[in-house]
């Protein structure tokens, strides 16, 4: 199956997953005040993902500030999953699990196979998302290595300003 390439100002891919603690995460179920961020994160193996939504999980209240509705998603097992939470102590973050392959090349995510035990067979690459409440993407960054994130905090410094300002997605010139 080929990845699709998501572009700008146009509807982003369904997703709906199950979520850590029980029920599902839909995304025409938001209604963000400006954004939802969905953050794909390769899985429980991986200890970068670990750092990176630590901080993240402490970033809750200026997302919330911001208008931003966030979920962390993988490839991962329930089970995977459940792990990450308790043992990273991701108390604030909405976790949902069980993203498929099909689900993740619509995201236009690579998808890589395991190289060392302590890995998933299979698992997606991190990608971060925002996604309007009209249901259209607005930011995309998809990365094909573990070490290359966007700073979120940064990112959400410019929520606010990217909606009081009108400033639009960009990337969307047809040339």
Known sequence: MMSTKPMPDTRAPALSLPLVGGGTWTLAERNPENFTMVVVYRGYHCPVCKSYLTK???????????GVETVVVSMDSAERAEAAK????????????????????????????????????????????WIRPDGRLYLIDISNMPWSRPDVEFLLSKARFAVDNGYPARGTAAV
């Open 56 to 66: 993240l999980n402490g970033l809750m209240d200026a997302a919330a500030e911001a």
């Open 86 to 129: 308790a043992e990273w102590d991701l108390d604030r973050l909405t976790i949902a699990y069980g993203l498929t392959v099909e689900d993740a090349k619509a995201w236009g995510l690579y998808v890589s196979t395991s190289i060392k035990e302590a890995e998933a067979q299979t698992f997606a690459e991190p990608g971060l998302f």
